[in-house]
């Protein structure tokens, strides 16, 4: 009998149990196989992440080494503004996606600080960085004077174009001179829309009044960059114009402030004849 239960064990190993264990054996060394492909898998995809970080960084360190070499003006606005954010590995790309997304450097400083914090990326720390920025290249640009002299139109835009540039909404100003073209007070009298400003004929003169100054300019900036004037523009000038008479106050000028140019309603002709023009200059040596 123990022959014959020895004999029929051989017999069932040789059949099924021989084939079961071959089969487990088989799918533990694939399992081994598969997991170990997928490890390795792995390792090569943490070392080309590894490496795009470092080539990132790399990338930012030779913008730093070029600002330094030949200065700013070298760099593009990508460059720029990764510069700006911070010389960690997602800067210069974030840069790119951000100009990529508001369609170009201009379009992005004109958003408010709310739309600047929802940028993906950004956040309240970063925005603040930009708009801080934004805000110190104005200062540079203003004109140090506390009572400047400005006689043409010309250098009435030098004065304005750092107030006005990269505004979101239409504003309107009126500048405040004596007779020797000193500028008495610049005040902003309206705040308006992207594309309009209602203007209080009131609150233009009461700048001049308070400051007792002889004659105004008028000026407003267009956001959309042309500073075409509209017929909207053109006949509240010559209404202005006319209140100015009445009160003894000469309106000089209006400027429509674009981006990087400007248009001046007397180089137009919409303030008189030359000689009207020739008698502020006899006083004041300007206009």
């Known amino acids: 009998m123990a022959r014959e239960w020895e004999g029929g064990m051989a017999r069932e190993w040789e059949g099924g149990m021989a084939r079961e264990w071959a089969d487990g054996m088989e799918r533990v060394l694939e399992g081994g196989m598969e997991r170990a492909a997928e490890a390795e898998a792995g390792r ?97 640009q203003r004109v140090t004077e506390r009572r400047p002299r400005l006689r043409n139109p010309r250098e009435i835009h030098g004065y304005l174009s750092p107030l006005l540039s990269a505004l979101r909404r239409e504003v309107f100003h ?53 500073p075409e004037p509209s017929q909207q523009d053109i006949a509240l000038t010559l209404q202005l114009a006319q209140a100015g008479q009445l009160l003894g106050i000469k309106v000089l000028d209006h400027l429509i402030e674009g981006d990087g140019k400007y248009v001046s309603l007397m180089e137009r002709g919409f303030f008189g004849d030359e000689g009207d023009q020739g008698q502020w200059t006899a006083a004041g040596g300007g206009w």
């Open 44 to 140: 090569e995809e943490e070392s080309a992440g590894e490496g795009s970080v470092r080539t990132r960084v790399h990338d930012m360190e030779e913008v730093r080494e070029r600002l330094f070499k030949v200065g700013a003006l070298a760099l593009t606005d990508p460059e720029l503004l990764g510069v700006l954010l911070g010389m960690g590995p997602r800067a210069q790309g974030l840069a790119e996606e951000l100009l990529g997304r508001s369609g170009g450097l201009k379009s992005l400083l004109l958003k408010d600080s709310l739309e600047l914090i929802a940028q993906p990326g950004l956040g309240p720390a970063r925005a603040a960085q930009l708009l801080a920025a934004l805000e110190l290249g104005r200062r540079v």
């Open 174 to 226: 009126v500048l405040c001179f004596n007779p020797r073209n000193v500028l008495l007070a610049d005040v902003r009298v309206a705040e308006g829309t992207m594309n309009s400003c209602p203007v209080d004929p009131r609150e233009v003169f009461a700048p001049a009044l308070t400051t007792r100054a002889t004659a105004i300019v008028l000026a407003h900036n267009h956001p959309s960059g042309d």
